[in-house]
């Protein structure tokens, strides 16, 4: 046969060039030509047509194997009935100046994008995604860092790719209070006082206040703001004799009934726990953003190797009745005379951009989804006449103000306000603060 090699060239580039529908060679017909339609048994020179500046065989020899294989482009599916594989007709979906062929993916922040078929006759695609509210949004940033907001937002890279409905429920962990509990009686101070316009425990009690946790990806909030609270006036109440930092992981693994662990917990049930089985030390039992075994009986001794008491007092620290405060001025009395308390507040999505500042609800980027979220309120203050709080969060140091916020204070701001929980620390006798 003439010219072979020039032809199996030929022939590789006509495929490909099939493939992206080049118009500078011509589409046939060649063996299928109206006027001509020829399959050719055996082997027969006179069996072809010209293909640009060679030619092209329709005869049964052409196709003897793959390495003669100078075949006119549709001899197989004229001579030999085969219908080539479609898949050169279909049309890519298209991102980033990118193709992308049904059953491929990608992420677009949270969601799961898919290159899908929408018409099965033509053969066109579109990218199918999915829909969920992603925990940070470009949106909310840009909105929230406008001239005139009291606060700076920030898209955090360890929340990116993060659905919204995943970082309320595993980022707080506050279950709604029970109707017992919002009618829990209040402690009321009434005390006609002149307050400080600023005060926070760190500076008053230096070395007495617990540093921040990172929850990690876990609801523990409930654990974690307790077990705060309860180290830090263990640590004033008994000015500093019964100073260390107590464990979350204690009500995480071992308040067990009624809780759902890294799922969410009631912040009542734990309360109570602390107040009957009491709370280990941190270096004890260490904080594993997960559901452990729990290491003690609830009314036996401590059984982990390494775990001593500290003398006087046995190796559990326990705390009193917890009691709500109800006013702005209750709150800061309390405060500054016993140390940093309990609050629930409400978090929408803009919450988790905050990065410094004095923070209000922007609605920027307002969705419907919102949950409740345990901190600690370690002081107030006031910055060009506008009130806030300074309130310890449970994240890490690298959000917001070194792992602090602070909220507009008096109005009762994302419910900040709205279920205040203030306890006394069992000290020994020995060790009460005069």
């Avoid at 109005?411 to 603060?433: H, P």
Wanted: aromatic share 12%; charged share 25%; proline share 6%.
């Amino acid at each position: 046969m003439a010219n072979t090699i020039h032809l199996l060239y030929l022939f590789a580039v006509l495929t490909a060039a099939a493939a992206y529908h080049r118009p500078d060679l011509p589409p046939g017909p060649y063996c299928g030509l109206p006027s001509n339609n020829q399959c050719c048994t055996n082997r027969k020179d006179d069996c072809s047509h010209r293909i640009l500046d060679t030619l092209c065989y329709c005869d049964e020899f052409c196709n003897r194997t793959r390495a003669h294989d100078d075949c006119c482009p549709d001899y197989e599916s004229v001579c030999l009935g085969i219908q080539p594989e479609p898949e050169y007709l279909i049309q890519p979906c298209v991102y980033r100046n990118r193709q992308y062929y049904p059953g491929d993916k990608r992420t677009e922040n949270c969601n799961t994008c898919e290159c899908i078929i929408t018409d099965e006759v033509k053969l066109t695609t579109e990218w199918r995604c999915d829909q969920d509210e992603c925990l940070m949004s470009q949106d909310v940033v840009y909105g929230v860092n406008q001239p005139g907001m009291s606060w700076r937002a920030y898209n955090y890279s360890q929340f990116f790719g993060k659905k919204l409905k995943d970082g309320l429920k595993y980022k707080l962990g506050t279950f709604p209070l029970s109707p017992e509990t919002k009618r829990m009686g209040a402690i009321r101070y009434d005390k006609n006082i002149p307050y400080p316009e600023n005060f926070d425990a760190r500076r008053r009690w230096p070395n007495f206040i617990s540093p921040i946790v990172d929850q990690g990806w876990c609801g523990s909030d409930w654990a974690v703001s307790i077990a705060g609270v309860a180290s830090d006036r263990f640590a004033i109440q008994s000015n500093g004799a019964e100073n260390m930092v107590l464990s979350p992981q204690t009500l995480l693994s071992c308040n067990i009934r009624q809780q759902q662990g890294c799922a969410g917990g009631h912040i009542d049930v734990a309360w109570n726990f602390a107040r009957g089985h009491g709370l280990v030390d941190e270096n004890c039992f260490p904080y594993k953003a997960a559901v452990t075994r729990c290491p003690f009986k609830p009314k036996g001794t401590l059984i982990t190797d390494g775990c001593r008491p500290r003398a006087p007092r046995t190796s559990r620290y326990k705390v009193g009745p917890p009691g709500r405060l109800n006013t702005e001025a209750d709150i800061m009395y309390d405060i500054m005379e016993s140390g940093p308390v309990q609050a629930v507040m409400t978090v929408y999505q803009d919450f988790f951009h905050y990065r410094d500042g004095i923070y209000r609800r922007s609605r920027h980027g307002d969705s419907m989804l919102q949950g409740r979220h345990s901190v600690r309120i370690v002081g107030w203050g006031e910055e060009r006449g506008d009130k806030y709080w300074t309130v310890a969060n449970s994240w890490g140091t690298e959000w917001g103000e070194n792992g602090y916020f602070r909220i507009a204070r008096g109005n009762n701001e994302s419910g900040i306000e709205s279920f205040v929980v203030t306890v006394l620390s069992d000290v020994t006798e020995a060790n009460q603060r005069k």
